[in-house]
């Protein structure tokens, strides 16, 4: 059994971020009739008895809660010609109920953050918001009522369906999502996981609502979810909460479907390609492979990573080290059921891929043959074992990460798969590569009669119980204080001082795990020193991380996991134990880059290719072509906004030598900022930046490069993307604003509730729920901060043939505010969204450390924050209106759109 994150590599552990508290088993007054069920490592489930599994983890450490339910339907629960099924309800189910009409509202009133995601096998729904009795109730409340009362209506299918085929058009775009779908439904023959989550467009389009709902009345069931409550809250009064309001549901009488499709024996290798417009190559493999319960995809997971790592993996130094691709990739598609393991390589367009496509098989498939290395093996562990500590040090991922091991029968296997990964071997991992990296049951070359097929039988998923036999749950020592982030207690506890020219910003405090945040900023020279130095800045900071005069590519890899450093580098979380010889490490690679030239030349083409496959994305030639309109500064200039063809150029020309020397004229600290937060010792701490950093100065001066108001002249331009299925749409306006004009709190408020806010935004409401033009979209007021070079932004994505209604729909929408205003009800719901988000973003260590840095660098402190916010919480509604028309001319904006002109109609 394996965790499913890892399998699908480890880029995607974010996907999981899994976190657990410092909380021993405990036990409650249970309400009659629930029964309470396993402990581990402070999170305990209780059982109700229509059969609502519940899970609760209380911890007290950060000031908000999260609340998932997990739903054990998933896309292989769909039937003939209802797939993409389970994802469309997914988006229905934030449509209402009843009782709760408006629930994005509800969300933005409150500032709570909530999604819901589809995969294979599950559906989640989750909302993370400032800890309040009221919030819990209301989003408890909500969840249950939801779980049987969702209108699944009609009009709500109708007004949907364009934004889920919105999505899948945006998936449509995308070359290694299109081969990565494709790849799926040609490896599979019979099994539902040969169909893609978003589902087959027609289904999509033509599914009856009686199959909605039927699909909903099964599956959406309290014997069929698991509840999860996670963060600072009473237990026994929200068990209590959770019983009143989710037991009231009965226990549903009928008999959920059983699935008995055994995907057969694969007996030849397979191939195909498609062919559409693009700027890159790719060539992936898919082999079957074991369901995420079997031993053997520990194993695969292991092989996954030291093939496909960047860069350390085989794959890399095979392919993108040599120069014949210019990436690699490798990830899991597992669950319940056996899944595909993929390998592939992106090449550069019309350079040869035989080779590579030769190359990568012959690596991957002779792997058991060459198993792994200890240095290998034990690099792998160490990152898996760093990823997992990390995420059990941050509850508020808890109910994602946790709904994958529900999906695969119970949460406590994530603690099994964990205390296995220090004991799988080398021998196991070549063992298990042998058994399913082979012809016959690779997808990608082309079927060939053969008498000897080299066949790979893949074995049944042993049961949960057996796995979970000889379990023994460890005992959490994890422990953090009650943080309150309110700005007089950050300047309570937050040391400022200086350290030669670095100003520091020191705020140590007790986490879970001993973690600590560090963020620090550095400036480069001025107007005039950075004049023509085109891409050479840019370039330079890639390098860094690319070699030192200490270590290789590799060995500073490993070195940044073996201090737990994850993050940037200047921008980074550790632990307290780590911390010393983090910042050292940090401030080595800072100092003493070795700037290797197969790295430079790596890093050219990386970079070139990166910049030829974005030659057709509609939002980047969109926002591209909207840059370069507003551009008033002249070419050289490192405000200058770049054509394609400039960057292609800059890139074509720099040389290492210009980088070598940018980095003797420009690196230094001072002046810098730097801010520590979290576990550390500040005294300690102090004297060390003081040494690294203190003393080192730049030759180049640093001060702000200022930019400048410009009057532009509105434009309305539609750029061809051609086969794009999906478009772009952008809008903007400059405005002479900075952040201190008595206008700007209003502006805030005014552009939360216009299209900022998220889904519950007048923008928002019209071109999604109202219209369904788009799946995602909003607006944005940009300050000036130490100028006065402001703006607003709109942008969405849409369909070609819809951008002319998106354009229409926001020039109506802008009308209409400046004509009726908006209403107390928005203001009020915008002030309690924005400040609870506030709240949050000052609970997170990382953002906290970042904010330090920049209010020292502008000579601020967290005091002008709490002043901020008295000006954002002082605006009247009369204020607000005022600001919004004095700021916003709807004849200033500047339109662009891009999109596959051939689908492009004009509104009507």
Request: proline fraction near 6%.
């Amino acid at each position: 059994m394996t965790y499913p994150f890892l399998q699908r590599g480890l880029a995607a552990s974010v996907v999981g971020g899994l976190c657990f508290a410092a909380a021993p088993a405990w036990s409650l007054d249970l309400p009659k009739g629930v029964v309470q069920g396993p402990s581990v490592e402070g999170i305990t489930e209780y059982r109700l008895p229509n059969g609502l599994k519940v899970l609760l983890f209380p911890d007290s450490s950060r000031p908000t809660v999260t609340v998932n339910v997990t739903y054990l339907v998933g896309s292989r629960h769909e039937n003939y010609g209802e797939t993409g099924m389970a994802h469309l309800l997914e988006h229905l189910m934030f449509k209402g109920t009843p009782t709760h009409q408006d629930i994005t509202r509800q969300f933005a009133d409150r500032g709570m953050q909530f999604n819901g995601t589809t995969s294979l096998d599950r559906t989640n729904y989750y909302e993370v918001f400032q800890a309040s009795d009221d919030n819990l109730q209301w989003s408890l409340q909500m969840e249950a009522d939801r779980m049987t009362h969702s209108n699944i209506a009609r009009k709500d299918l109708d007004s949907e369906m364009t934004v889920v085929r919105n999505e899948y058009e945006n998936g449509e775009n995308s070359p290694g999502a299109v081969l990565s779908k494709r790849m799926q439904s040609i490896a599979y023959d019979w099994h539902a996981y040969g169909r893609a989550t978003i589902g087959n467009k027609s289904d999509i389009e033509n599914v009856e609502i009686p199959n909605l709902q039927n699909f909903y009345r099964t599956y959406y069931q309290p014997d069929n979810a698991v509840l999860l409550v996670a963060g600072k809250f009473d237990a026994a009064k929200t068990l209590l909460s959770i019983n009143r309001l989710f037991g009231a549901i009965p226990k549903p009488k009928r008999t959920l479907p059983k699935f008995w499709t055994v995907e057969p024996t694969q007996d030849g290798e397979r191939s195909f390609e498609v062919r559409r417009q693009g700027d890159v190559q790719i060539v992936e493999l898919a082999y079957k492979v074991p369901s995420g319960l079997h031993d053997d995809s520990d194993a695969l997971s292991f092989a996954s990573t030291i093939l496909g790592d960047v860069p350390t993996g085989r794959l890399h130094k095979l392919l993108v080290d040599t120069g014949m691709a210019s990436q690699v990739f490798a990830y899991g598609q597992t669950g319940y059921a056996p899944g595909l393991q993929y390998f592939g390589a992106v090449v550069k367009k019309g350079e040869p891929l035989a080779p590579v496509r030769a190359a990568l098989t012959r690596a991957v498939e002779d792997f058991a043959g060459n198993p792994p290395t200890p240095e290998e093996m034990d690099r792998t562990r160490r990152t898996y074992l760093n990823s997992i500590e990390r995420s059990l040090n941050d509850p508020q991922q808890v109910g994602l990460a946790l709904s994958e091991t529900i999906a695969l029968g119970d949460w406590r296997l994530f603690f099994v798969g964990r205390d296995k990964v220090s004991s799988i071997t080398a021998e196991q991992v070549a063992a298990a590569s042998g058994r399913y990296f082979k012809r016959d049951n690779r997808t990608t070359g082309s079927f060939i009669p053969d008498d000897a097929p080299q066949r790979a039988a893949v074995p049944p998923a042993p049961s949960v119980e057996s796995l979970l036999k000889d379990f023994k749950p460890k005992a959490s020592s994890l422990t953090a204080e009650d943080f309150e982030p309110t700005q007089a207690n950050i300047m309570k506890r937050t040391t400022l001082t200086t350290a030669g020219g670095v100003k520091l910003a020191l705020l140590p405090k007790k986490n879970r795990g001993e973690t600590v945040s560090v963020d620090l900023r550095q400036h480069f020279g001025d107007e005039k020193s950075l004049f023509g130095k085109g891409a050479v800045p840019t370039l330079t900071a890639a390098m860094l991380m690319r070699g030192t005069t200490r270590y290789d590519r590799v060995q500073l890899a490993d070195a940044f996991e073996k201090l737990k450093i994850a993050g940037g580098l200047t921008h980074f979380q550790t632990t307290r134990e780590n911390l010393p010889e983090a910042l050292k490490l940090v401030a080595h690679v800072l100092r003493e880059p070795s700037f290797p030239a197969s790295e430079f030349e790596q890093l050219r083409k990386q970079t070139l290719v990166g910049l030829d496959a974005s030659r057709n994305e509609p939002a980047d030639v969109a926002s591209r072509a909207m840059n370069e309109h507003f551009d008033i500064y002249p070419k050289g200039d490192v405000r200058h906004e770049t054509t394609l063809a400039e960057d292609l150029a800059e890139i074509q020309s720099a040389r290492l030598d210009d980088v070598k020397a940018f980095h003797r004229d420009f690196y230094g600290t001072s002046p810098a900022e730097l801010s520590i937060v979290g576990d550390f010792d500040a005294k300690a701490v102090l004297p060390l930046v003081d040494q690294l950093f203190g003393a080192w100065k730049a030759p180049q001066p640093a001060a702000p490069v200022l930019r400048k108001n410009g009057d532009i002249a509105p434009i309305r331009q539609v750029l061809n993307t051609p086969d794009k299925e999906n478009g772009f749409y952008t809008a903007r306006l400059n405005l002479d604003l900075n952040v201190e004009d008595p206008d700007y709190p209003a502006l805030m408020l005014a552009d939360y509730i216009f299209g900022g806010g998220g889904l519950k935004s007048r923008l928002m409401d019209r071109i999604r729920q109202k219209e369904g033009l788009s799946y995602g979209g909003g607006s944005q007021i940009a300050p000036g901060d130490l100028d006065r070079a402001g703006s607003f932004g709109i942008s969405a994505i849409a369909a070609p043939q819809n951008l002319a209604k998106v354009d229409a729909a926001v020039r109506e929408e802008l009308a209409r505010v400046l004509k009726d205003g908006f209403t107390a009800a928005e203001l009020a719901g915008a002030k309690s969204g924005l400040m609870q988000q506030r709240i949050q973003n000052r609970a997170d260590d990382g953002a906290l450390a970042a904010g330090w840095t920049s209010y020292l660098y502008r000579g601020r402190t967290y005091d002008w924050s709490a002043r901020f916010e008295q000006r954002l919480l002082a605006v009247t509604l009369p204020q607000l209106n005022a600001a919004f028309s004095k700021a916003i001319d709807p004849a200033k904006l500047s339109v662009v759109m891009a999109g596959d002109q051939s689908k492009i109609k004009p509104a009507p």
